[in-house]
């Protein structure tokens, strides 16, 4: 399979509606280079044809009524085809194939969750799609204004507080899942991801909040510049298995003496549960999940608790429905996990209190 190349000034084209809108946006390129060379070029020209000169005297302008209504009609013909052009262009990626399939995403701050049919929900911040299907991403923010892009198939679209907006997309291409270190590492288009292995990138390209000092060891989705997720295009069978059994555990903990355990601590770097909760102790703006399992404490509403089972998952998918005492200034965000999931990260906490 030959690797998509890019241009000058655009990635390689990875989904259908990529070369509509490339071809789009070089035909506004040209018609800019063409008349900005046209006006700068007779400015120069008229300036010194008509520069002043001893024994010449300037004469005031005639009146070319022609030419007037010339330069004033002619544009707006190819201002009606621009637009129909462009809109058309729009109507195309707005408006999904009715076999599209449907994935639910999520903003925060300064996160992405994607949640797939069946009420399937990946790690954060990682989106897998299916090679050559339509899929149609229904988005909503859950605090501030976001806003979701992926160079590669050139789809752009805000995240709004209090409302759904929609785009879609088919991508054309597996993703290069070539091992890394580092964006170098990986071909046109891609980035390093998470798992250490190239893919494609989605960004936030709207100016979602200011950085908080929220740090982690990877800088990565700890303000509004490095709010990313990693994006997979799988082929249709890899996409129908994960539906089917749910995201699986890394394979680094693959013969793993507690395969759980080593799952939930993946979990708590990749979903940045790091970025409140300290596993050492530590001061952090949550509560340490050092010696958290079983611990007994109260609630700012006058309330106790234990840290059992069901109280881990309450904090995970509620967690303002009770505030620990001391973290009433805490604001967390829910986490749809899928049981799996949840069961990993209580099993990674029981580790850290023994």
Not at 22 to 50: E, H, L, P
Not at 99 to 107: E, H, L, V
Not at 147 to 166: E, L, W
Not at 203 to 226: K, L, V
């Amino acid at each position: 399979m030959t690797e998509p190349q890019g241009t000058l000034q655009l990635p390689p084209q990875l989904s259908t509606i990529a070369p509509e809108v490339d071809d789009m946006y070089y035909v506004i390129y040209w018609i800019s280079v063409v008349f900005f060379v046209a006006i700068v070029g007779a400015t120069v020209y008229f300036s010194w044809k008509y520069r002043r000169r001893p024994g010449h005297s300037s004469k005031p302008p005639g009146h070319a009524t022609a030419l007037e209504i010339a330069w004033t009609v002619a544009p707006l013909f190819l201002l009606v085809w621009l637009f129909h052009a462009g809109f058309t262009t729009y109507l195309h990626g707005t408006v999904a194939p009715q076999n599209a399939r449907d994935i639910r995403t999520r903003a925060m701050q300064w996160n992405w969750e994607f949640e797939h049919e069946g009420g399937v929900i990946d790690e954060l911040n990682v989106l897998k799609i299916p090679v050559g299907e339509p899929v149609r991403i229904i988005m909503s923010s859950s605090d501030v204004l976001h806003s979701f892009f992926i160079p590669a198939f050139r789809v752009k679209r805000d995240a709004v507080p209090g409302m759904y907006t929609t785009l879609w997309f088919e991508a054309t291409e597996l993703t290069d899942t070539r091992a890394c270190e580092t964006d170098a590492d990986c071909p046109e288009a891609h980035m390093c991801g998470r798992a250490g292995e190239c893919v494609l990138p989605l960004f936030c390209t709207e100016y979602c909040g200011a950085p908080q000092g929220i740090t982690d060891s990877a800088g990565r989705n700890t303000n509004h510049s490095t709010m990313l997720a990693d994006v997979r295009v799988i082929t249709r069978e890899a996409y129908d298995e994960f539906l089917e059994l749910g995201p699986p555990p890394p394979a680094e903990c693959e013969g793993s003496e507690n395969q759980p355990a080593c799952w939930g601590e993946k979990l708590y770097t990749s979903n940045g549960c790091n970025a409140c909760h300290s596993a050492d102790g530590s001061a952090a703006p949550g509560p340490t999940w050092q010696g958290l399992w079983g611990r007994q404490g109260s609630f700012v509403d006058g309330g106790n608790y234990v840290a059992d089972e069901n109280y881990i998952r309450e904090s995970i998918l509620q967690p303002q429905a009770h505030i620990v005492t001391g973290y009433a200034a805490v604001n967390m965000p829910p986490y749809r996990l899928s049981d799996r999931q949840i069961d990993a990260i209580i099993a990674y906490m029981r580790t850290l209190s023994e």
